[in-house]
């Protein structure tokens, strides 16, 4: 029914006194290497080549839009205008435990310390090559669906601001978390199996934001084991087979299944400002289902890897039908919604509250930000103020409640950089 491409290419880059991409915390550094990081790309073409389409996942924080323009540059001085901005998806796996450094907000290269170019270049040349070997492997197969539901596997790491949400929007499903696994399986025309691409509603964090290895997490350990089995004989990254554990609506759905504990007294912190009576919320943590993080970094990957290979060995619903693809920018600070046949709203300028900065149940932030806050605090006010400015009226009304840290759509009145 398609053309099927699939290829691996490692994206690892530097990993020693590199910071670390995603917990923002500026002491977590590489201090060395636990697995190395792939770029997974599966590619879709129609029978006749008329139209495609591909996918690439990769053990990454998150894709930056630099990241993402330097690959298409690549890509078209490769393959001119047959792989474009509307039919190249890239994705991050949303691993905490990979090299930063490759945005250009300024958010992120504050806790990154700036662009790194080694670790930008190796991503960007990983990705390329994943492309460049699906596209040279393209042939004719198959595509399956199959879906099912993980268990054991995440928690709902803000429990108290998902019951803010309507009762008649809960009351739709059964979980305060998605629980469902959707695979593709691909195989060619006799039968021979190609890849799998997984997704999932996990963060990667079972790894936490004490750890200095650079790694690809609990999902990258489902990768490992399902590719060693379908690759049998090979070593870690090698062979035909490839499989991709790919992000999905991961927004605060934990691995640390334990729930959140004090750490110095062992008591929980499970409450709405997630805040322990000694020490505040500095000392609260969430905890995986091993006896450390990297035990639970198994667990959790070995649970996952386990429906997902049951997924791919029962998928018998085939995918038909032509390829489509598209791309579209929005500007998200000024979008008309409809609320009911009455009602619309306008968004606004983005910015971040003082939440923000009390991090989760999964990655503490610093000082005495606490989460659910809709206070300011005079003290970090007049420093906003001072250093980037206060935001406007109409920033604070649209808002409201959340108190405002960084006002990020209007810094740049003050500041001559994009946060």
């Known amino acids: 029914?398609?053309?099927?491409?699939?290829?691996?290419?490692?994206?690892t880059g530097p990993v020693a006194e590199i910071p670390l991409m995603g917990y923002a915390n500026l002491d977590q550094v590489g201090g060395g290497l636990l697995t190395h990081l792939y770029s997974r790309a599966f590619i879709v073409a129609e029978p006749d080549d008329s139209r495609r389409v591909v996918f690439v996942s990769a053990d990454i924080g998150m894709v930056s839009q630099r990241l993402r323009l330097e690959v298409l540059k690549k890509l078209k001085s490769k393959y001119g205008e047959l792989y474009r901005q509307d039919n190249v998806i890239l994705s991050g796996t949303h691993t905490h435990s990979g090299p930063g450094g490759y945005f250009q907000y300024t958010l992120f290269l504050i806790t990154s310390k700036g662009l790194i170019r080694p670790s930008l270049n190796a991503i960007v040349?990983?990705?390329?090559?994943?492309?460049?070997?699906?596209?040279?492997?393209m042939k004719?197969?198959?595509?399956f669906i199959n879906r099912g539901t993980v268990e054991n596997s995440q928690i709902n790491r803000s429990p108290f601001s998902y019951l803010e949400n309507p009762a008649?929007?809960?009351?739709?499903?059964?979980?305060?978390?998605?629980?469902?696994?959707?695979?593709?399986?691909?195989?060619?025309?006799?039968?021979?199996?190609l890849g799998l691409i997984s997704w999932?509603?996990?963060?990667?964090?079972?790894?936490?934001?004490?750890?200095h290895l650079v790694n690809s997490d609990n999902v990258g350990y489902a990768s490992y084991l399902f590719e060693q089995e379908k690759n049998k004989g090979m070593l870690a990254g090698e062979g035909s087979f490839v499989a991709a554990f790919a992000s999905s609506n991961l927004g605060d759905v934990s691995p640390n299944t334990k729930g959140p504990f004090c750490v110095n007294t062992g008591e929980s912190c499970n409450?709405?400002?997630?805040?322990?009576?000694?020490?505040?919320?500095?000392?609260?943590?969430?905890?995986g289902p091993g006896n450390d993080m990297f035990d639970s970094t198994r667990i959790i990957g070995q649970n996952i890897y386990l429906k997902a290979r049951e997924l791919f060995e029962n998928a018998s619903q085939e995918i038909t039908g032509p390829i489509s693809s598209a791309h579209q920018w929005v500007n998200m600070s000024d979008v008309l919604v409809e609320l009911n046949a009455t009602h619309t709203v306008r968004t606004c300028k983005p910015a971040l509250g003082h939440s923000f900065a009390a991090g989760t149940i999964d990655g503490v932030g610093a000082f005495n930000f606490t989460q659910g806050s809709v206070e300011g605090d005079p003290f970090w006010?007049?420093?906003?103020?001072?250093l980037l400015g206060e935001p406007s009226n109409e920033t604070k009304a649209c808002?409201?409640?959340?108190?405002?840290?960084?006002?990020?759509?209007?810094?740049?009145?003050h500041w001559c950089v994009p946060w």
Request: hydrophobic fraction near 35%; charge should be neutral; aromatic fraction near 4%.
């Open 1 to 11: 029914n398609y053309l099927l491409g699939v290829g691996r290419a490692d994206c």
């Open 125 to 137: 040349n990983g990705i390329v090559k994943s492309i460049d070997i699906a596209h040279q492997n």
């Open 140 to 143: 004719r197969g198959r595509v």
């Open 168 to 193: 008649s929007e809960r009351s739709r499903y059964s979980s305060n978390t998605d629980k469902d696994m959707v695979i593709l399986k691909m195989v060619d025309e006799n039968g021979q199996e």
């Open 200 to 211: 999932f509603a996990v963060h990667p964090v079972s790894m936490n934001n004490t750890n």
């Open 271 to 287: 409450n709405p400002h997630s805040t322990c009576p000694v020490g505040g919320a500095a000392m609260c943590m969430a905890m």
């Open 381 to 386: 006010d007049e420093i906003r103020d001072q």
């Open 399 to 413: 808002h409201k409640p959340k108190p405002i840290l960084f006002s990020t759509g209007e810094v740049r009145i």
